[in-house]
């Protein structure tokens, strides 16, 4: 019994020569005060960013991933179920878990309690044998709690384990105020961590942030299924619950991802497997969940460790390559394509597909620019094996739902061969000449792009007083016909065979994407001219969302502007003051000291303004104001306009509280 009780923590064979060294030191000399440890933990301090990336606020938030990263993987031992993380008040942390606690007693390589250990030495912990449970090295840096203790101000601990209550506190920087103390008795088991992150080294930020440790702990619970996760916030009279518990693991996850989407079957297909590799019994399990959707975009998230593997990796090729094996296997058989007829592409077999690949690895390899991608090549072959075998038989045993997904499937493959010959009708037509620049286009008499500007004009009557009203030289208008199309909801061809989609395209001159050429634009300025109201908003996010979609150059290169009409306009002894807001209209009427009552428009549209109003206040460079379009982040943008864009008007909402930012670029 004894002997079980007792945990090596063996070191990592990955990590750093310097880091083996530093151990075996400490080995031989631990006298109370350990010198060599605290050596150690200083490393962490002189150069934080090696083992937390940053000290800005992902930095700080690493800390905690970190701290719940040990409980995660003594729940996914089999011992713990339920975890809380609260924000306290002066932004400490405190992390509570029901597992067995960390082991108390000496340890034999250290010559100390495990608990000190684990919070003294780096890279302490590791895997454990087969008996204390299968544990991968959690977080992107795998750092563990040692590095959150040498990062903070203090750090307390408190373990309850066999009927005894033990405590142990560490000072700046890890260094340890006592020895771990037995300092009461108890019936449960667990693990209670507090710490308050060094404010010497987090100079930038100490707060954390409720939504940010919400969204990361609920993506736990998704991906470690039946966990309870509690998330509290102290900090305000007003406290803040959220639990997160999920049965159903990432199966509900992926329910959740197309509950705004619109799932085209009832089922999720799901499969988990494991796969042993090398000959040293090391073993990667693997679980995949996925369901069909009505858009057109493939949405595809892949974890190892539970980290999210941003940028791919061998996981997502494995996970790739099966989808498209079994389902260009089963068009053949199931007479969907005939011989000699060309197969499915796995563009289409992913098309409004939603699926997460989970992994856990003992050793994973990150490879690439952000170091989130899987490089263990052995994982292709698991994934692709496991994915491969399962799909096959759900397919064969549910003819019903195959149908439907094979209909998904051949639908996108029409689709991609009509866009096929929509891009080179495209191709054709941006080659050409003058000729064919759309009969609406009031095009300028310049051909000197930078220096010209295109503005989109929602409804014909501002057109006709932005055609008079524009400087002829650089400023060219295309007026647009009411709504125009949501390219997020057509398929590629029928975006193309929208007049007005068409007219822009041609308009602009640098075809579309994958073949957009932004040096052949046409003009360097780009404006979007819409109404104040909810329509023209509306209408500025379709245009948004088309140059998102088909020409994302031309907003990553600052191209693309918002007009901003004036909202007001008081006349006041034959003078016309314009504002822009309300803030301005006050103003306005404070300067001129006007009496309560007196008189001034509100525009409800740009075809209120004549052609010398319009040019006055919205298009003259000299005086108007206008918005650049901007897009720190592509990837962030892209879910902006999928939420958007979507039916659901819950997601909109959370939406436009959690991305005010990109908002607020768009309806000053
Ligand atoms: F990060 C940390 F180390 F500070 C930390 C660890 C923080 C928190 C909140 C929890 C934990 C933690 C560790 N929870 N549960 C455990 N379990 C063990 O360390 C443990 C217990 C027993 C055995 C065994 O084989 O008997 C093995 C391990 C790894």
Known sequence: MEEEKKVDYELDSSIEVDVHAED???????????????????????????????TASAGLHHLVWEIVDNSIDEALAGYCTKIIVRINKGNTITVIDNGRGIPVDIVAKSGLSGVETVFTILHAGGKFGEAGGYKVSGGLHGVGASVVNALSEWLEVEVHKEGG?????FGRGGKPENHLEKVGTCQDAGTTVTFKPDATIFQETTTFDYDIICDHLKQMAYLNKGIEIVVEDDREDTKKVETYCYKGGIIEYVQHINANKGPIMEEVIYCEGRGVYENTGNHITCEVAMQYNESYNPTLFSFCNNIHTHEGGTHEEGFRAAV???????????????EGEDNLETSDILEGLTCIVSVKHPNPQYEGQTKTKLGNSEVRKIVSQIVGEHLKRFILENPKVAEVMMGKIMMAAKARKAARKAREEVRRNTGLELTTLPGKLADCSSKDPSICELYIVEGNSAGGSAKNGRDRNTQAILPL????????????????????????????GAGVDPEFNVEKIRYHKIVIMTDAD????????????FFYRYMKELIEGGYVYIAQPPLYKVDYHSKAYYAYN?????????????????????????GEMDAEQLWETTMDPKQRKMLRVTMSDAIEADKVFTDLMGDEVLPRKEFIHKNAKFVKNLDI
């Open 582 to 606: 309300d803030n301005q209209l006050e103003l306005i009427k404070k300067k001129l000291q006007l009496k309560p009552g007196f008189p001034f428009q509100r525009y409800k549209g740009l």
């Open 324 to 338: 498209g094996r079994v389902f260009r296997d089963y068009a053949i058989d199931h007479k969907y394509i005939k």
């Open 534 to 545: 909810v329509d023209g908003s509306h209408i500025r996010i379709l245009l948004l969302t």
């Open 481 to 508: 016909r009411g709504k125009i199309l949501n390219v997020e909801k057509a398929t590629i061809d029928k975006a193309f065979a929208n007049a007005e989609i068409g007219n822009m395209i041609t308009a602009i």
């Open 24 to 54: 075996e030191k400490a080995n031989e000399k631990y006298t109370g005060e350990n010198i060599q440890v605290l050596e150690g933990l200083e490393a962490v301090r002189k150069r934080p960013g090696m083992y937390i990336g940053t």
């Open 165 to 169: 209550i033990y405590k142990m506190r």
